[in-house]
């Protein structure tokens, strides 16, 4: 592709199926060879919204445009955008070759040649060419209708579930291929996946959705460490919730939280008045045992050889959930202990 790659952006795009809206007024802009991510659970809008972009959905509000072309209204096959779809759909009585270069009818033997082979170095897959599919490990296969999908060098490439089929090692390692073509192009990917994992570790930014609406967009580490609502702090992983009211804004890093427990302090996310009820958002691997912080009882144990999870109960009964290291002095079910953490570990969020 030659050329400043395009940019894709959405401007109020909306979606609804009678009185039912997937897709509520999404406004976003894709970089130029960006890997981004649209994550959420089943049924929160992602692949309806993937879809209006790739044009096998239309609209019922918004525009979507892609560098200086609007494509609201554009047929799927004249968009410079391709979809690569969760069950690949290769065909099984074709050889590899000829399932990757199916798409380029028309630009002659000798230049669909050399641009399957280009495709088969690209996803390492260059002894595969004679092979059919059904001898192929998922993650090959995975990579084959890769190759299909950039045959004809979309500026945009759309993937829904691209990894969903695999089992969990090979999905961690396809993963990485997945990035590595994507790096190596520049060619800018949407992925919907509804694993928070996949979405980190692939992803250049994350938009997290709910009931059709794009809730928050970051840098991964961005929406881990600060989240928006307590959604986006569950959907990224095992967290802590510590209801409280907001303290006044004194001296010191953060904001202190006036707890049932005791004071704590952490970083605001928002703009919120003194007394607001909020929560106090902590991740388990930042929960520290020692002798300052929470008071609580530890009630479970657990061992996992490189860590250890422990389940603490404080006084009203509220469970609290801490990772990290193996220590000598980690404590039996029913020690005392006191559960600590820094203020920029913890995120106030709105009750």
């Given at each position: 592709m030659s050329g400043t790659p395009p940019r894709l952006i959405l401007e109020g795009l909306t979606k609804s199926f009678g009185t039912y809206r997937a897709v509520d007024a999404v406004t976003l802009a894709l970089e130029p060879g960006e890997f981004?991510?649209?994550?959420g659970p089943s049924?929160?809008?992602?692949s309806t919204l993937l879809r209006l972009i790739a044009g096998f959905e239309r609209p019922t509000a918004g525009r979507i445009r892609l560098g200086g072309q609007d494509l609201t209204e554009l047929p799927p096959h004249r968009r410079p955008v391709n979809m690569m779809f969760q069950s690949y759909a290769l065909f099984p009585h074709m050889s590899v070759a000829r399932n990757i270069g199916y798409g380029l009818k028309g630009m002659g033997k000798a230049a669909i040649s050399a641009r399957v082979a280009e495709l088969l170095r690209l996803v390492r897959l260059d002894a595969f060419g004679d092979r059919?599919?059904?001898?192929l490990s998922g993650g090959q296969r995975q990579r084959v209708a890769l190759a299909r999908a950039l045959a004809r060098e979309p500026k945009l490439l759309l993937l829904d579930e691209p990894l969903g089929a695999l089992d969990r090692g090979l999905r961690e390692e396809t993963q990485g291929e997945l990035r590595a073509v994507q790096r190596r192009l520049g060619t800018a990917f949407v992925v919907v996946t509804h694993d928070p994992e996949?979405?980190?570790m692939l992803a250049d930014r994350i938009g997290v959705m709910e009931a059709g609406r794009l809730v928050q967009i970051g840098p991964p580490a961005e929406l881990y460490r600060r989240p928006a609502n307590r959604y986006v702090a569950g959907l990224l992983g095992d967290v802590n919730l510590i209801p409280g009211r907001l303290g006044p804004d004194e001296a010191g890093e953060g904001r202190?939280?006036?707890?049932?427990?005791?004071?704590?302090r952490g970083i605001l996310t928002s703009a919120m008045p003194e007394g607001a009820a909020v929560i106090v958002a902590v991740r388990p691997e930042d929960l520290v045992l020692g002798t300052a912080g929470l008071p609580a009882t530890v009630t479970e144990t657990t061992f996992l050889g490189d860590r250890v999870r422990r389940t603490l109960r404080l006084p009203d009964g509220s469970i609290l959930r801490a990772s990290g290291r193996p220590t000598d002095g980690d404590g039996p079910p029913g020690s005392e202990a006191h559960a600590g953490f820094a203020a920029e570990a913890a995120a106030i969020l709105p009750a």
């Amino acid at each position: 592709m030659s050329g400043t790659p395009p940019r894709l952006i959405l401007e109020g795009l909306t979606k609804s199926f009678g009185t039912y809206r997937a897709v509520d007024a999404v406004t976003l802009a894709l970089e130029p060879g960006e890997f981004f991510c649209l994550l959420g659970p089943s049924g929160c809008g992602k692949s309806t919204l993937l879809r209006l972009i790739a044009g096998f959905e239309r609209p019922t509000a918004g525009r979507i445009r892609l560098g200086g072309q609007d494509l609201t209204e554009l047929p799927p096959h004249r968009r410079p955008v391709n979809m690569m779809f969760q069950s690949y759909a290769l065909f099984p009585h074709m050889s590899v070759a000829r399932n990757i270069g199916y798409g380029l009818k028309g630009m002659g033997k000798a230049a669909i040649s050399a641009r399957v082979a280009e495709l088969l170095r690209l996803v390492r897959l260059d002894a595969f060419g004679d092979r059919r599919p059904e001898t192929l490990s998922g993650g090959q296969r995975q990579r084959v209708a890769l190759a299909r999908a950039l045959a004809r060098e979309p500026k945009l490439l759309l993937l829904d579930e691209p990894l969903g089929a695999l089992d969990r090692g090979l999905r961690e390692e396809t993963q990485g291929e997945l990035r590595a073509v994507q790096r190596r192009l520049g060619t800018a990917f949407v992925v919907v996946t509804h694993d928070p994992e996949e979405a980190m570790m692939l992803a250049d930014r994350i938009g997290v959705m709910e009931a059709g609406r794009l809730v928050q967009i970051g840098p991964p580490a961005e929406l881990y460490r600060r989240p928006a609502n307590r959604y986006v702090a569950g959907l990224l992983g095992d967290v802590n919730l510590i209801p409280g009211r907001l303290g006044p804004d004194e001296a010191g890093e953060g904001r202190s939280v006036e707890t049932a427990h005791g004071p704590v302090r952490g970083i605001l996310t928002s703009a919120m008045p003194e007394g607001a009820a909020v929560i106090v958002a902590v991740r388990p691997e930042d929960l520290v045992l020692g002798t300052a912080g929470l008071p609580a009882t530890v009630t479970e144990t657990t061992f996992l050889g490189d860590r250890v999870r422990r389940t603490l109960r404080l006084p009203d009964g509220s469970i609290l959930r801490a990772s990290g290291r193996p220590t000598d002095g980690d404590g039996p079910p029913g020690s005392e202990a006191h559960a600590g953490f820094a203020a920029e570990a913890a995120a106030i969020l709105p009750a």
